[in-house]
């Protein structure tokens, strides 16, 4: 009777731990699309804003000069090299790399549509994520796959074309990881 007893006691101890033990393991919370996304843009919106690179080929140097961002200040004999100064209204929208104020137009040869040179925009942009792909399990964290781009919204109209024109990445595919931080997901990195 004794060791009947004991053996009940011993049970009933063994069936309280496991259940004690298995109330302390919650199922971490799930994941959606819809919050993946969210994560992503807060992460991006708490993040400061940064100058856009812009790549101005021969249809964007038109632009800007439509725009009265540059005007053309020297044409070289050869007939397709030139120099064009920022105006005033052009230094308020972008700098150039070097600082200066004139834009080196140097192409290898007449109607060259490789050549292409760089201005930054003045106004910081931020980024955007869009279509979020399928949530993947990976070890204790999840990752995304997602559509990265450039919010131009902050930048004129005229250099929004400007940026629109080839040589310009606007978009990128992205994989986003997220851990869990005590009962809720955060964004761990973007890669």
């Given amino acids: 009777m004794r060791n009947a007893v004991k053996v009940q006691v011993l049970g009933a101890l063994v069936l309280f731990s496991a259940g004690w033990w298995l109330a302390g393991c919650k199922a971490a919370p799930e994941l959606t699309q819809t919050q993946a996304l969210a994560l992503i843009q807060a992460d991006y919106d708490h993040a400061p804003g940064a100058p856009f690179d812009i790549t101005v080929d021969d249809r964007g140097m038109q632009l800007g000069v439509h725009a009265n961002y540059w005007l053309g200040s020297k044409r070289y004999p050869n007939g397709y090299w030139g120099?064009?100064?920022?105006?005033?209204?052009?230094?308020?929208?972008?700098?150039?790399?070097?600082?200066?104020?004139v834009i080196q137009w140097?192409?290898?040869?007449?109607?060259?549509?490789?050549?292409?040179?760089?201005?930054?925009?003045?106004?910081?942009?931020?980024?955007?994520?869009?279509?979020?792909?399928?949530?993947?399990?990976l070890g204790d964290?999840?990752?995304?796959?997602?559509?990265?781009?450039?919010?131009?919204?902050?930048?004129?109209?005229?250099?929004?074309?400007i940026a629109h024109q080839p040589g310009n990445k606007l978009s990128t595919q992205r994989v986003a990881t997220f851990a869990l931080a005590g009962d809720k997901w955060t964004v761990k990195s973007i890669e």
């Fill in 83 to 101: 120099d064009f100064t920022l105006t005033p209204e052009g230094k308020k929208a972008v700098k150039l790399p070097n600082g200066g104020d």
């Fill in 106 to 137: 140097r192409p290898e040869r007449p109607g060259d549509v490789h050549y292409a040179v760089v201005v930054a925009s003045l106004a910081e942009t931020h980024l955007k994520a869009r279509d979020v792909g399928e949530i993947q399990n």
């Fill in 141 to 161: 964290n999840k990752t995304a796959t997602f559509v990265e781009d450039v919010n131009l919204a902050g930048l004129p109209d005229a250099l929004q074309n």
